[in-house]
């Protein structure tokens, strides 16, 4: 894989999180009822951090979970070997719940679809909102994020990479290119 551009930098990263948290704040009139669970891997650290600013800004906690989809994906079969089950953490209740479901990146819009039948396995909440860190394009679903921190036109043949410091040590987006 071969770099082609950096999109965003830690400081481009923590404003479009903590717009998309005032945006999130003002659509919903305020956090109440309002909970967020990201999509593991990514998604989990882009919720927490946006639980956080929340706090910041309204000066409440807002309950934030993690999601696991492995086994919801509609490509599980085509997967070679055991696929990597981890845990879900959502230790509150979601029915009639204002979720804003997270991810990092938004692209053919098939992990949303495998979130959303992993998500109603655990109740009804009032309403899901998306919020991504980063909108692609390309969907193959008719999936649209309600929250987007930044949209990156790609061709099929680039790659999203969001590295972020929980998991990778640094805070980053690039585009590189499929060798």
Do not use: W
């Not at 650290?45 to 086994?71: N, Q, V």
């Not at 495998?114 to 980063?134: N, T």
């Amino acid at each position: 894989m071969k770099e082609k551009a950096k999109i965003l930098d830690k400081e481009a990263i923590n404003r479009a999180i903590m717009r998309v948290a005032h945006e999130i704040i003002e659509k919903n009139k305020g956090t109440a009822d309002l909970c967020v669970v990201g999509i593991r891997t990514r998604g989990v650290y882009i919720a927490k951090r946006l639980a956080e600013c929340i706090k910041k800004i309204e000066g409440k906690d807002i309950s934030a979970g993690a999601l696991d989809i492995t086994l919801y994906r509609d490509d599980l079969a085509l997967a070679s070997g055991q696929p990597l089950v981890r845990k879900t953490e959502i230790d509150f209740d979601i029915n009639d719940k204002k979720l804003v479901l997270v991810d990092d990146v938004l692209y053919t819009g098939r992990t949303i679809r495998a979130a959303l039948d992993a998500l109603i396995d655990f109740g009804r909440p009032k309403s899901i909102q998306l919020a991504v860190l980063v909108d692609r394009g390309h969907r193959e679903l008719p999936i649209r994020a309600d929250f987007v921190g930044k949209n990156i036109p790609t061709s099929k043949q680039e790659i999203v990479e969001v590295h972020l410091e929980e998991p990778d040590g640094n805070d980053e987006v690039l585009i590189v290119e499929k060798e």
